[in-house]
């Protein structure tokens, strides 16, 4: 008998109100929970980030031999870690803008009641557990968190680099004068086999496609056109 009412459908809803409230609780808790989790994930990979940021200014300005192509490498870490950390915030906002319907619908009401407020939140949540879909792009995703965060790195590597290659005494052939021509800063600059305008001009376009990533607008258009998240 006890095994019939087990597998009976909706055997194990809720139906007074005293067990709704005890759900929604400990759902709250749990979308609390996961969106904790991924922030935790998001501030782990900007920590590593900055440590990459420091022990490559360390290594790179510390001493003359350092080759400039560490602040290089430096950026492409950065890179690859902004990389992975935009697509940890496009998870992060899939359980914080759940996190975010439940408390400005369930709980706000509960402390100041609005009029006219009809919005079929638990509809809503319905959804988006049914059918779990990401509410940013990977572009805005990368936007922003480079315009938060990754931006403010980028331009300290800039500065170093810039400063490692017009600072003769910060070089293996360092000497108590400045870079003075643009030959010598592009002598300077060179990467093994790749002349020194070549990265200059590589490591310039490379920075003004940040700037132009970090203004750009958010894209409304992907919000309609949502993709699955692979949970």
Do not use: C
Request: net charge positive.
């Amino acid at each position: 008998m006890v095994k019939t009412e087990l597998l009976q459908p909706g055997a194990l809803t809720p139906m007074t109100s005293t067990e709704i409230v005890n759900t929604m609780a400990h759902y709250h808790r749990a979308e609390m929970a996961r969106m904790a989790g991924w922030r935790d994930r998001i501030d782990r990979t900007s920590n590593w980030a900055i440590t990459v940021v420091a022990a490559m200014l360390s290594v790179s300005l510390s001493t003359p031999s350092a080759h400039h192509g560490v602040l290089l490498f430096a950026m492409l870490l950065v890179f690859l870690l902004l990389w992975i950390e935009a697509r940890r915030y496009r998870f992060f906002d899939v359980y914080r803008s759940r996190v975010r319907t439940f408390e400005r619908y369930y709980f706000a009401p509960i402390f100041s009641p609005l009029a006219g407020d009809t919005v079929n939140w638990r509809q809503m949540l319905a959804e988006s557990l049914r059918d779990p879909q990401f509410r940013i792009s990977y572009a805005d995703a990368f936007s922003r968190r480079l315009r938060r965060n990754y931006i403010w790195m980028f331009l300290i590597l800039l500065l170093a680099w810039v400063l490692k290659i017009t600072t003769p005494t910060l070089q293996s052939h360092g000497s108590a004068d400045l870079v003075s021509s643009l030959w010598d800063l592009a002598a300077n600059a060179s990467l093994g086999p790749l002349p020194g305008w070549l990265v200059v001009l590589v490591v310039t376009a490379f920075y003004l496609w940040l700037l132009r990533a970090s203004l750009r607008p958010a894209d409304d258009a992907t919000e309609g056109n949502l993709s699955k998240v692979h949970v």
